[in-house]
Structures are given as structure tokens and as C-alpha cells.
């Protein structure tokens, strides 16, 4: 996948999955030494081959293990999300970023909010039970209508259960937005030290955004506080 703020194009190192036989022994090792009730899989691609994803469910359900994963908006299928919550997966984690298509676009996402908010949906029908929906602001290009539809994607998807993981861009090195800043003349971080200092957010260095930096900053906070009062009130 190419989207245009992840390091995974910086890294340009393809997709490579485990073995499902070593995948096994490792779940046993992590059974037999830590006796977990649960695993989360930081995989960004654990979804991408549906087929080994199950089987993997499969080994988990054996052992009585409820587990959680990642999952694009584009491999949200209704069967598949089915066997996922069969087979024991009590949370999913899901990159969406924008309520704007012209934000999903600049972004390179592969998907338009309408697509996002029928995954929103399924997951909700499907009763999965715990569903991360990460969303980004300040975003270069991003405009005040174009924040503001997340907000109204946020309004519309929600339901007991959707927590929204809310954070500003962070510029990254080697992606696909890192070069086009550099283009449009924006300081980027020279040095290993300034990255650090920085930690590579994009309004400390700079602010291709329609909006300021405090306005960006102020709208996610405000964005972040409403979503948590709505969980909580339901």
C-alpha cells in the first residue's frame, strides 16, 4: 500500500509473512512462558491475506485466547469480520485518518469516507467488540471544512464500543508528504538530533495546513474532548 504518510514506503522493504508453523511455535512459547489471556498483533498488513489471518484465528481459538489486530478500511468484509469475531478477535484497529475524500486522496489511502463509514458499520453489525478508528489532523492541504467533516464522520460512525484515536500529521522521512513539503519549500529536520527534538511533528518545523498551528492544535483538542465525553455518555 502507498499512502503518503507511512513509514512503510519509506522503508520499501515489501511484505513478507512468517511461516504459519513458526508463527505457532511462537504462540506457544509466549503461552507456556507468559500465559497471556490476550495478544494484540502490531501488524500492519496481518489482514492482507484473509486466509492466513484465519488460520492464525484458528491457533488462538484453540488456545482460548482473545486477540486484537489492525485492519484496513478496504479489507473490512462482512464474512470475514464474521469469522474474526467467531473465532475469538475482540478488537480491530483501523487506519482511516480523514473524513474528507480530498484529504483521503492527498493521503493516498485507496478508499472515500463512504467507504470508511460502511466498514464503521459492519463492525457495528457484526458486534466486534472493541474498534479503534485513527484519524489525523493538520495534514498539508488540510482546510477548516475539510477538518471539520471529520468531525461530522466522527458524529456519524460512532457507536458503543468506536474509540477514536485522534493525532496531529507527524512528518516522517522518506515518505511520499516528506518530499512533497521539501518541494512547496518547508524546513524539514536535518539532522538526527533535530528529529529527535522534534519528534517529528509537523507544526514544530512547519504548517502546510490551511489553518495555524494553534488552530490545528485547538481543533483536535476539542475534537478529542467531544469523542471522549460522547464514550462516556453514549
Known amino acids: 500500500f502507498q499512502c503518503a504518510f507511512c513509514y512503510n ?33 502490531y501488524d500492519d498488513n496481518f489482514c492482507v491475506r484473509k486466509d492466513r489471518a484465519l488460520a492464525i484465528g484458528e491457533m488462538l481459538a484453540k488456545r482460548g485466547l482473545a486477540w486484537d489486530v489492525d485492519i484496513r478500511v478496504d479489507g473490512i468484509e462482512r464474512g470475514f469480520i464474521r469469522e474474526l469475531v467467531r473465532l475469538g478477535c475482540r478488537g480491530v484497529f483501523v487506519g482511516v485518518e480523514s473524513g474528507a475524500d480530498a484529504v483521503l486522496k492527498r493521503l493516498s489511502k485507496g478508499f472515500m469516507a463512504a467507504d470508511a463509514e460502511r466498514a464503521m458499520a459492519v463492525l457495528r453489525e457484526e458486534r466486534m467488540a472493541s474498534t479503534t478508528c485513527a484519524l ?78 494553534a488552530e490545528v492544535r485547538l481543533y483536535t483538542w476539542a475534537m478529542r474532548k467531544a469523542a471522549g465525553l460522547r464514550a462516556r455518555l453514549g
Not at 514506503?9 to 490476550?38: F, N, S
Open 136 to 213: 489525523m489532523t493538520g495534514t498539508p492541504g488540510e482546510t477548516r471544512g475539510e477538518l471539520l467533516a471529520t468531525w461530522r464522520f466522527m458524529r456519524k460512525v460512532w457507536f458503543p464500543g468506536l474509540s477514536f484515536s485522534l493525532k496531529m500529521f507527524q512528518l516522517l522521512p522518506g515518505t511520499k508528504l516528506a518530499s512533497t513539503c521539501l518541494r512547496q519549500g518547508a524546513r524539514i529536520p536535518q539532522t538526527l538530533r533535530e528529529w529527535a527534538e522534534t519528534g517529528g511533528w509537523l507544526t514544530t518545523y512547519l504548517n502546510q495546513s490551511a489553518m495555524t498551528g
Open 9 to 41: 514506503t519509506a522503508l520499501r522493504t515489501g511484505y513478507r509473512a512468517a511461516p504459519l508453523e513458526r508463527v505457532e511455535a511462537e504462540l506457544d512459547r509466549a503461552c507456556q512462558i507468559y500465559h497471556p489471556r490476550e495478544i494484540l498483533f
